[in-house]
């Protein structure tokens, strides 16, 4: 009992110390007394109609001793826009009498609110937030890019139906397309996909973008991880897209960020299922790409980080030209090939698989195909690789033909700094190794406009080398 209570004391003495070095006076005359995280907190494109992700800052006292902020408002300045502030855990527009202590600082949370208008242009909205210390005021600035988008839940596409730039669309649910039904995406329209929403088509998708207006299908987050992080690196965000009709033609088609990338399924393999032009099936949480009993043609698009496997195909028709399989996956090891390659379904209902991958590249944290591909098996198979580097050892035989083993295309990929560029570098072994033969008129230029044709030895996969600046070989370019 002595113990306690002796304890007890200490406690208290310790109290008392410690308030007594706490500087209870109020600076009452100083000005500009307080200092900000930020001068500005900029939401970078706000949807309209619907509340944001919270942004912070933090109010600093300079001071040895206690501020009063007597005001702390936002000012109102905006049309068709609100500002909602959390201070020190209570929730308002305006608060009296905020005080923090001597070389202390509090934590101000910020959303937004853009109301819907009729412009289909981004409307920069600008407010502050007002901190009246002593009769000064302190200010910090409120930024937003509101942007105005077309909802689609929970739609049902029952006759033919175009997709028009004029807006983002954001889809709720399920976007079905029924069978029979076209549903024509232009080029330049970006879809924003809700969490497990999808893209379901029993019909045909006719997604033609270009070189400069390309179309993208991605999440709906448009906020930060951390920091500048932004939240579009993550993967897993939505459902991805699924087609069951036959004749879907995707040209500078953009798809990331979702759970199963872009799933085929066909029950006649003699009719084709896709077509692909340049496209991008990047960062999905389980495999990129999925194709059964279904005809696929592939040319210049690049399949990427999926920790199942980038390409997964089962049975059907296949035909890869100037593809990339690279896997640099982010966020859990990798465990499966890069480029997976069934036959046949075990009941063997499908149509033995009939493929042809030229001038492509697997490489990454993967091994380059599986199994059944790159064991003896694949001698009873119609299964055949031209011109493709692979990160693997091995050597040409009746199913492999000029190929590139334990090539590297040096990939201007870094990590640790989230940048997966899957364009040739320099020293890339890639650089000159394809076979023109295979290349279609239509795939001569690159998703980036690169001509293939431009020099007489042609590169490997889906990028067109460019070289670096001499004064920055080593850095990321843009072309």
């Known amino acids: 009992m002595k113990k306690i209570l002796y304890i007890l004391l200490v ?120 901190m009246v210390v002593n009769g000064a005021t302190q200010s910090v600035v409120l930024s937003a890019w509101g942007q105005n988008f077309t909802r689609l839940a929970r739609d049902t596409i029952k006759e033919d139906t175009r997709l ?154 296949l035909r890869c030209v100037n593809c990339t399989f690279a896997n640099y996956y982010l966020f859990e090891a990798v465990d499966g090939a890069n480029i997976i390659l069934f036959d046949q379904d075990e009941e063997k209902t499908y149509q033995r698989l009939d493929a042809v991958l030229a001038n492509c590249i697997s490489y990454g944290l993967g091994y380059d195909i599986n199994d059944v591909a790159s064991s003896d098996k694949i001698v009873t198979t119609n299964i055949y690789f031209y011109n493709t580097l692979f990160k693997s050892s091995g050597e040409d035989d009746t199913h492999f033909f000029n190929n590139v083993w334990a090539g590297d295309p040096k990939f201007y990929v870094d990590r640790d700094n989230y940048v997966f560029d899957y364009r040739l570098n320099d020293e890339s072994d890639a650089i000159g190794k394809a076979d023109r033969t295979f290349i279609p008129e239509a795939a001569r230029y690159d998703r980036y406009g690169q001509d293939r044709f431009a020099r007489e030895a042609v590169d490997l996969g889906a990028y067109v080398w460019v070289p670096a600046p001499a004064h920055d070989g080593n850095k990321l370019k843009s072309h």
């Not at 109020?26 to 939401?43: K, P, Q, R």
């Not at 006292?61 to 500002?83: H, M, T, Y």
């Not at 996909?193 to 998708?205: C, E, I, P, Q, R």
């Not at 085929?264 to 990129?288: F, I, K």
Request: charged letters at 20%; proline letters at 3%; hydrophobic letters at 40%.
């Open 11 to 130: 406690a208290v003495a310790a109290s008392v110390a410690l308030s007594s070095c706490i500087n209870d006076d109020f600076d009452t005359t100083g000005t500009g007394l307080l200092t900000f995280s930020t001068d500005t907190v900029a939401f970078d494109t706000v949807m309209t109609g619907q509340g944001t992700a919270t942004k912070q800052f933090v109010i600093y006292n300079k001071s040895d001793k206690q501020v009063r902020i007597s005001s702390l408002k936002v000012a109102g300045l905006a049309s068709g826009a609100k500002f909602y502030l959390n201070v020190d855990g209570e929730k308002g527009s305006e608060f009296r009498d905020v005080e923090i202590r001597g070389k202390d600082s509090i934590y101000v949370f910020v959303e937004a609110y853009l109301n819907e208008n009729t412009t289909s242009e981004l409307n920069h909205v600008l407010d502050r937030i007002d």
């Open 164 to 317: 028009t730039a004029d807006r983002p669309y954001v889809v709720y649910d399920t976007l079905t397309v029924m069978p029979g039904v076209t549903l024509t995406i232009d080029p330049g329209v970006t879809l924003y996909f809700h969490d497990k929403a999808a893209l379901v088509s029993l019909g045909t998708v006719n997604a033609v973008g270009t070189h400069d207006k390309p179309i993208v299908m991605r999440g709906d987050r448009l906020d930060h991880v951390v920091g500048q992080i932004s939240f579009d690196i993550m993967s897993g965000q939505w459902g991805g897209v699924q087609l069951y009709g036959p004749g879907n033609v995707f040209e500078y088609v953009d798809i990331h960020s979702s759970s199963s990338g872009l799933v085929v399924m066909s029950s006649d393999p003699t009719v084709q299922s896709l077509y692909m032009l340049n496209c991008v099936l990047h960062n999905s949480s389980s495999y990129g790409f999925m194709a059964f009993n279904a005809w696929v043609e592939a040319y210049g698009t690049e399949f990427s980080d999926a920790p199942k496997g980038v390409a997964y195909f089962e049975g059907g028709k």
